[in-house]
């Protein structure tokens, strides 16, 4: 995949986890994903930034707590927009909460943190310096976000007025789209839409993120956006998360397209890791 440079606005563009100690949760993927980290943060300052890069390309970060956070640590998506301000008068609009306003992040860009009306959290990115994830679609990379939810038919109004999403049923589940994502993408790469035609899942070049609705009877899990990592082997992932004092949450297991493998890092972040199996594309 071509190295990026920006996102259409509504587009997921990066990730991050905050952790209680951000050194240990860097040693933790290093070992798995062999990523190379970076604390950004001015010199002198308590707070550490750990940008994690492949190649030298920037796919994640590693942060401390924003002050006086509580809870376990946990992947935040950040969803790229032209406006901040705007979006927040958009959440506010469709009936969202406004947790943190936006804010500047030093010369790098301007953020704000959201809720949608069910509860889950997301951030949102007005890029300058920082232009999101450069590397993505590849092993311990940034591969999709998801949205569990409990009330699709909600989250769809919701998130149709902020971003303006639409929606895709496929075999696999349904999808967020934001329309002409795909036109932006066949630019990137010359070839994507035949590519996805020709594996039987036309319109999915569209695909921003998927909604993953929450069993009704589980009433343990939250409203909430996850984050998969691309992996060349899922089974190596699990072992590897097992040796390095993680733990495996659903072992390697195939899906349409997929093999994969949801995990947990030692201090309490949980995340995806997949491999692309086109074989697989017929599997319910």
């Known amino acids: 995949m071509p190295e ?60 401390s707590p924003p002050d006086g956070a509580q809870g376990p640590a946990a992947w935040h998506t950040y969803i790229w927009v032209d406006s901040a301000v705007e979006t927040a008068a958009k959440v506010r609009g469709a009936g969202g909460n406004v947790m943190a306003e936006p804010f500047d992040v030093f010369g790098a860009g301007r953020t704000a943190v959201f809720a949608d009306p069910e509860g889950a959290v997301f951030s949102v990115w007005q890029a300058r310096e920082h232009r999101g994830a450069r590397i993505v679609n590849e092993p311990g990379a940034l591969n999709f976000n998801g949205l569990n939810t409990r009330d699709v038919g909600r989250a769809q109004s919701f998130y149709n007025a902020v971003f303006g999403w639409g929606t895709l049923s496929l075999p696999s589940g349904q999808m967020w789209t934001l329309p002409g994502y795909g036109d932006y993408l066949e630019r990137l790469t010359p070839g994507l839409r035949a590519m996805t035609a020709q594996f039987g899942a036309p319109g999915f070049e569209d695909v921003v993120a998927a909604i993953i609705p929450i069993a009704g009877d589980d009433s343990a899990t939250p409203a909430h956006w996850n984050v998969t990592f691309g992996t060349d082997d899922a089974d190596t992932a699990a072992e590897r998360t097992a040796d390095l004092g993680g733990e495996v949450l659903v072992p390697p297991s195939d899906g349409p397209f997929v093999r994969l493998t949801v995990l947990r890092d030692p201090q309490g972040a949980t995340f995806t890791a997949s491999k692309f199996v086109p074989e697989n594309k017929d599997l319910a």
């Open 4 to 63: 990026r440079d920006g996102y259409l606005p509504g587009v997921p563009c990066w990730v991050d986890t905050s952790q209680p100690d951000p050194d240990a949760a860097a040693a933790f993927y290093r070992g798995l994903f062999g990523w190379q980290t970076e604390n950004t943060m001015p010199p002198g300052s308590e707070a550490k930034y750990l940008v994690a890069r492949l190649r030298g390309g920037d796919v994640a970060a590693i942060s």
